[in-house]
């Protein structure tokens, strides 16, 4: 992809910020929560 973000049309940029608010949580509870391993990894047993 080419085109910087401060060049997208508007409705791209609220279409990625909406992905960044549903993801974000996620990835932030992930980091607080002290996971060790990485999302879709299993642990080894």
């Given at each position: 992809?080419d ?5 997208l049309?508007d ?16 990835i932030?509870r ?16």
């Amino acid at each position: 992809m080419d085109t910087s973000y401060g060049d997208l049309p508007d409705d791209q940029k609220e279409s990625d910020r909406d992905q960044v608010r549903k993801y974000l949580p996620v990835i932030a509870r992930a980091l607080t929560s002290g996971a060790s391993t990485a999302v879709g990894e299993s642990e080894a047993t």
